[in-house]
T-cell receptor, first 112, second 112 residues
Framework: KNEVEQSPQNLTAQEGEFITINCSYS?????LHWLQQHPGGGIVSLFM???GKKKHGRLIATINIQEKHSSLHITASHPRDSAVYIC??????????????FGTGTSLTVIP | DAGVTQSPTHLIKTRGQHVTLRCSPI?????VSWYQQVLGQGPQFIFQ???????GRGNFPDRFSARQFPNYSSELNVNALLLGDSALYLC???????????FGPGTRLTVL
């Protein structure tokens, strides 16, 4: 059983398309992170959310705590957006501290 | 400013050996987290340290241990290596535990 589920697993889009990647989780969380991983392994943190919505450039992330769901949107997609997008959640477990769970990622390819 | 640095970049070990991976956080960051990413999967949380104390532990055997030094750098130690320990080991730092994490480039460990 995965605490974090992402969909779709793979996504191919034409340049300029609007893209949505979804993340559902099954545990109560302190925060949710969206990460971008390029070939070769480098990971960049895109957003950290605990409620509402955040926007950075062409990227928008939303979270609905009650529904345990988050979405990452990319507007006007570009080939340089091609990467694996990973959803991760952080839980605070009191005495045992923080725990992080990761989705398996969504592999995005944007075609010119 | 230097980002998170990790050493070595790559290493090859044989089963049963021991390995030490090193991480230097961004200057001013006091929290370091370690993750294991097996090829084709999302990262898995191993440890989090803040101010030299363990603040979180993932579901890894006792062969895995870590520590954080007074300068906030960190080491991850893995004893009695198994083939299944082959993975990309990622380190991330943040100014405080719950903050946005900044990832290093990773250390790719191959166990033969």
């Amino acid at each position: 059983k995965n605490e974090v589920e992402q969909s779709p697993q793979n996504l191919t889009a034409q340049e300029g398309e609007f893209i949505t990647i979804n993340c559902s989780y099954s545990v109560g969380i302190s925060a949710l992170h969206w990460l971008q991983q390029h070939p070769g392994g480098g990971i960049v943190s895109l957003f950290m959310l605990s409620s509402g919505k955040k926007k950075h450039g062409r990227l928008i992330a939303t979270i609905n705590i009650q529904e345990k769901h988050s979405s990452l949107h990319i507007t006007a997609s570009h080939p340089r957006d091609s990467a694996v997008y990973i959803c991760a959640v952080r839980l605070w477990l009191g005495g045992t501290g923080n725990q992080f769970y990761f989705g398996t990622g969504t592999s995005l390819t944007v075609i010119p | 400013d230097a980002g998170v640095t990790q050493s070595p970049t790559h290493l090859i070990k044989t089963r049963g050996q021991h390995v030490t991976l090193r991480c230097s956080p961004i200057s001013g960051h006091k929290s370091v987290s370690w993750y294991q990413q097996v090829l084709g999967q999302g990262p898995q949380f191993i440890f989090q340290y803040y101010e030299k104390e363990e603040r979180g532990r993932g579901n890894f055997p006792d062969r895995f241990s870590a520590r954080q030094f007074p300068n906030y750098s960190s080491e991850l130690n893995v004893n009695a290596l198994l083939l299944g320990d082959s993975a990309l080991y990622l380190c991330a730092s943040s100014s405080q535990g719950p903050d946005t994490q900044y990832f290093g480039p990773g250390t790719r460990l191959t166990v033969l």
